[in-house]
């Protein structure tokens, strides 16, 4: 619709500029500047737009003890004490993480991922029993990113350490991600273990974060040697 067309009068409707953006035909205020303050730091977390926080918001109006004092605790918590792990590179809110910490998980296999939500990915499928560790990006030309500014060290170091029967190389299906791996694959042939990688059930281009939890457990079944 033209803009010369368009009434001069508020119909209250949304209304089409010149452009075919929507135009917003009132800027009242909805709430205090508190109240959208806290709308617009909720619509910033990612799944979030601007319509599903101020829905989140209203719910924490309205069930203020069930919701919104248990988050402010939660919250609060979390952000005392938030930590990266000295050892894997995840987050949490000791150093080393609960996953490094953890007994019962089997520290003689380690699982090397691109980044922490990989790594919670992967533990979300409660297939893999060993440890991990989080490189903090994948080797890109393109980005600039090399060797050095991933945590490749560290991980070499861990296998100097010992203990170490396997690692397992679960980079994202992607060129950056298989890169990655090739160049992993090379550093890691003069230590003694056992080195496998996912699967390619992994769809190309995909991150692991993404995928349904089912595809991801059958890519960690059917991992396999490299080479
Ligand atoms: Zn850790």
Known sequence: MASATRSSLPTGRM???????TAIPYLFRMASPEIEALTQALARLPGLGPRSARRAVLHLLKKRETTLTPLLRALDAVSERLA?????????TSDPCTV????????RMLCVVEEVADLWALDRSRLFPGRF??????????EGVRPEDLAIDGLLRRLEGGGID????????????QTTAHYLTERIERF????????HGL?????????DEGTLAQALRARRPVG
Not at 15 to 21: S, V, Y
């Open 100 to 107: 490094c910490t953890d007994p019962r998980r089997d520290a």
């Open 203 to 211: 769809p190309v281009g995909g991150e692991l974060d993404y995928l």
């Open 84 to 92: 990266t792990c000295g050892v894997c590179g995840n987050v949490d």
């Open 133 to 142: 560790h989080v490189l903090g990006g994948r080797l890109s030309a393109l």
């Open 15 to 21: 209304q089409r500029d010149g452009d075919g953006r």
């Open 192 to 199: 003694p273990v056992r080195l496998t990688q996912l699967a």
């Open 166 to 177: 396997e690692v397992v190389l679960a980079m994202n299906a992607t060129l950056e991600g």
